[in-house]
């Protein structure tokens, strides 16, 4: 009875010293990655370290940041959120609309869905779509909302195998941004 007492006991503890280590493993990889704060153009943003700030291919950004993983030799992030700023021309939802009414005819876009969303305490129109540009293919999800005469835009893009993985990221900004 004893030998099985002291079987059980060393079993019991060898699968509690497993267990904690596991644990353990897995906490401090999550340790690795801590927040990093943006600032710029009236937004700031909070975000992983394994993101980094990074170039923009639009005239009208006002800061981009990208996978650190995905940064191309040009300093382009290929899984990135960009932040935009454009002067509103009209109503603001007519502006917004208009800029997708033209995706209709061009057989590179396709709208996936579009509705109202919020943003801080804001507003916002919400667009999905995927493009193909030179046989890559890309999903991308845009917020945008006004202040101040201006339509600010938050687009999210990435080659379609990585756009749910990192949607988070994302998610995650929108839900924590300072409008200032």
Known sequence: MKNKLLIGSLIAIILIVFLISSVSADTK?????????????????NYPSNWGYSQATSNYSIMSISKLDSIDSAGIGQVNINFEKKPIEG?????????????????????????????????????????????????????WFEKGGQAYV?????????FESNLYVFDYILSDIQIT
């Open 91 to 143: 109503e603001f939802n007519s502006f917004v609309n208009t800029t997708y009414k033209s995706m209709e005819y061009d057989s590179s876009f396709n709208l996936v869905s579009s509705g109202n969303s919020v943003i801080g305490d804001r507003q916002a129109l919400e667009y999905v779509y995927t493009s193909n540009n030179n046989g890559i293919e890309r999903e991308h999800k845009a917020v």
């Open 29 to 45: 990889t999550n340790d690795d990655t801590t927040v990093q704060t943006l600032s710029k153009g009236g937004l700031t943003i």
């Open 154 to 162: 938050l687009l999210y893009s990435a080659p379609l195998d990585q």
